[in-house]
């Protein structure tokens, strides 16, 4: 699908979650990177942001795997955000 | 006045958590027509976060008593708990725990197919006598399975959800009953009017007060600051649950485990400062006495890095086996939190905001009680309040680990049974809107659309967190927590004029986090001031000009208003329900 600035808005929403570690992460995400989804890469975004918290924060760490491979190069991305900047 | 669109329900919950959804089933089961509001889908809200279990005596594991249960809750709270809302809830804590069995949640067993119990902090055998295991578990998703498994009884009873819309204010008509609430639908940016003939807040704590929170970015208080721009006044809340081993910078918790394993807290001179401190218990001291000292060695100029602000939690002397195979998780934690591989350098940790004793004040049955006519407690009509936004008070001046889940289950059960109560008995019929409802809300969006030159959000809401975290954190004393209420208020007159530079109408996440933050400066300033006008130090409210509890002047609750600012203050309950009162003693360990 097409995203328009209210599309994009709603997953930014969505991506608020009810767990710090994941917060932490999508924070980081939201800021660098999000913008720079293709509409495909929103479409498979928008479906991973449906997980349940604590599934999803295991396949954001890399403690379990998904049998969905078109979710792989997301998750890729968010990982990437994973260390924090250190004061 | 514009044209608002209105929906009408029997009963409307504001929040989608543990609290919110245990009362939504109560009512939807006894046929009442209710709707539950959420800012995010309901098994995302915070509860989900919670891993160490929910406690009741059901003695499955070892020999256990209530009323053991109940001693141990009213000696966490530093006598500041209500005794007959503690007797309650403990009371009833077993037959609710059976319940969610019943319901579907998969606890954890032992061999016999009971439920397993596990040891936690401050849960003792016959008054205080010996350790005893209290908690139960659902593995490590304990607040997960609960949010699933009344998730699903919700759905299969007719409970309406509406996701993703944000309640904004209370409406509350010319006898000051409650009558419904005004919510934005993030979808539209409509705002709408949900008229009701009861309304629960069980909209979770707000820990994002402080700069570091081991709470998820949604913890805003938004029932607390609807409740307080509604007249309303709030409880205790200068008391917030602190742990003393937060990453710093990010908040993640690191567990007390590792202290249990061997790890060790230095300064920035490399001292093992816990040893000057707690001579025997040294690091292993309880929370709330390592997170002054961690807090104290800061503030005298001896804390680590490159902004002396944090302390440091060393563990590469247990070398990398240990780590590997006793602190995994751990060694994942800081690698990915703090940037530092614990196996060759220590973790910089600092004392972090976890929890809120106090809120929306409400007696054992969920109704929510104020001040009036010389009565310090006469129930607001229509209004309820559970979970962690409200102050019932059973945690007092400190919280019992595992005490809030059962808080969620018990007092969101007994409030819904209210709510039933009053619809039927009191309310058959709608009591009319006022003719303003949604003016106020609106005026508030208004006020952000028109808004020019005014200040990012992000920046007000840090300025808040700065403020909170250096004066009314776990180290606390006059001069700095005076400093703090001029401050405070400083940054609110800020909050009049943030701005947002989206003006657009639908998902706007900014004007959502300024509405967010309209909330959070609420709990802010009733936490700063009701914190500087308690002089005695009593559970988390540590102070050190007044290091003493003080039961004669000082066993009441606090109550701030938040306009004018002003603060009042109500008696402890002292008769429990059946059992005999629990006299104070000095808080040992
Ligand atoms: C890391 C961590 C671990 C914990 N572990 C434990 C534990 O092991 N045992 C224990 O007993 N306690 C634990 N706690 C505490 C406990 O988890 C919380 O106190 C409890 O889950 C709060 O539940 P609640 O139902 O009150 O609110 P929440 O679960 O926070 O839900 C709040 C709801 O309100 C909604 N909401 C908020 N504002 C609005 C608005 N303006 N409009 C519409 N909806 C709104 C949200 O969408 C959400 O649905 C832990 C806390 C943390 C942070």
Redesign the interface.
Known sequence: MTYT???K??L???S?????????VF?QFLEYDFDLLSPADLDVYQDLLML???DLLELV?GKAETTDKRLAPILERLRHW?????? | MVNVAKRQFDAVIVGAGGAGMRAALQLSEAGIKTAVLSKVFPTRSHTVAAQGGISAALGNVQEDKWEWHMYDTVKGSDWLGDQDAIEFMCKTAPEAIIELEHFGMPFDRVDSGRIYQRPFGGHTANFGEKPVQRACAAADRTGHALLHTLYQRNVRANTQFFVEWMALDLIRDADGDVVGVTALEMETGEVYIIHAKAVLFATGGAGRIYAASTNAFINTGDGIGMSARAGIPLEDMEFWQFHPTGVAGAGVLITEGVRGEGGILLNANGERFMERYAPTLKDLAPRDFVSRCMALEVLEGRGAGKNKDHVLLKLDHLGPEVINHRLPSIREIAIKFAGVDPIKEPIPVIPTCHYQMGGIPTNYKGEVMVPKGGEPEVRVNGFYAAGECACASVHGANRLGTNSLLDLVVFGKSAGDSMIDFIKRERPVHKPLPANAADFSLSRIARLDAQTGGEEVAQVRTAIQTVIQSRAGVFRNSANMALGVTEIKAVAERVKHTQTKDKSKVWNTARMEALETDNLIEVAMATMISAENRKESRGAHSHDDFTKRDDENWMKHTLFYSEGSRIDYKPVHTKPLTVDYIPPKERTF
Do not use: C, H
């Open positions: 600035q209210a599309d808005n709603r930014r929403w969505r608020r979650r009810g767990l710090l570690e994941l917060d932490i924070e349940p918290d604590i760490d994973q260390v924090v900047k250190t004061q």
